[in-house]
């Protein structure tokens, strides 16, 4: 595995750091080295929300994100702020609802935040999205997100968190999306 670093971004409240800590926790599991960092504005419910991942089979020698190359998008805001200062980005998965993508790199819409809501949980769109990236780039294999899901949530939200999780992983499936290993 070549080094992966992923920038999920969003709005306080999204659960990004959660989804960074279990991306991170569910690579350990896989015997890959792993970072996780994550950033917040004052306000931090609605106000523009981030969180870092590094992965890698060799050791990370610096553990924040240089230049991703794969953007997970929850709102407008968020691209707006990431398209001007991530300008060699490889893969944006974005909330087609939510943000107005503009063309010019390999991007994945998907209705996030919706198909969450769907499921009664509105809170687990970034685990919904790790589904999605699990599908799309095969990263971690999906029992190791499950297990750090497990280690992550207390019990009573276990249940609708890997209801999000699941059905991320069931909608890219649908849709006869090949898995891309190679982050360049």
């Given at each position: 595995?070549?080094?992966?670093?992923?920038?999920?971004?969003?709005?306080?409240?999204?659960?990004?750091?959660?989804?960074?800590?279990?991306?991170?926790?569910?690579?350990?599991?896989e015997g890959?080295?792993?970072?996780?960092?994550?950033?917040?504005?004052?306000?931090?419910?609605?106000?523009?929300?981030?969180?870092?991942?590094?992965?890698?089979?060799?050791?990370?020698?610096?553990?924040?994100?240089?230049?991703?190359?794969?953007?997970?998008?929850?709102?407008?805001?968020?691209?707006?702020?990431?398209?001007?200062?991530q300008t060699?980005?490889?893969?944006?998965?974005?909330?087609?609802?939510?943000?107005?993508?503009?063309?010019g790199q390999?991007?994945?819409?998907?209705?996030?935040?919706?198909?969450?809501?769907?499921?009664?949980?509105?809170?687990?769109?970034?685990?919904?999205?790790?589904?999605?990236?699990?599908?799309?780039?095969?990263?971690?294999?999906?029992?190791?997100?499950?297990?750090?899901?497990?280690?992550?949530?207390?019990?009573?939200?276990?249940?609708?968190?890997?209801?999000?999780?699941?059905?991320?992983?069931?909608?890219?499936?649908?849709?006869?999306?090949?898995?891309?290993?190679?982050?360049?």
């Amino acid at each position: 595995m070549k080094e992966w670093q992923i920038l999920l971004s969003g709005s306080g409240g999204q659960g990004l750091g959660l989804a960074g800590r279990i991306l991170a926790t569910a690579s350990l599991h896989e015997g890959l080295n792993a970072t996780q960092s994550q950033s917040y504005g004052a306000r931090a419910r609605g106000g523009y929300s981030e969180s870092g991942v590094v992965l890698s089979s060799r050791k990370i020698i610096f553990p924040l994100i240089e230049q991703p190359n794969l953007l997970l998008v929850l709102t407008d805001k968020a691209y707006q702020k990431n398209l001007n200062s991530q300008t060699n980005l490889v893969h944006v998965v974005f909330d087609s609802d939510n943000v107005a993508m503009s063309s010019g790199q390999k991007i994945y819409g998907f209705p996030l935040a919706r198909w969450a809501g769907e499921l009664g949980n509105e809170k687990g769109v970034a685990i919904l999205s790790l589904g999605v990236i699990t599908t799309l780039f095969g990263l971690v294999k999906s029992e190791n997100i499950e297990k750090a899901i497990a280690e992550n949530l207390a019990p009573t939200l276990l249940k609708p968190n890997l209801s999000c999780f699941r059905k991320g992983l069931e909608v890219v499936k649908c849709q006869g999306l090949t898995p891309i290993n190679d982050p360049a």
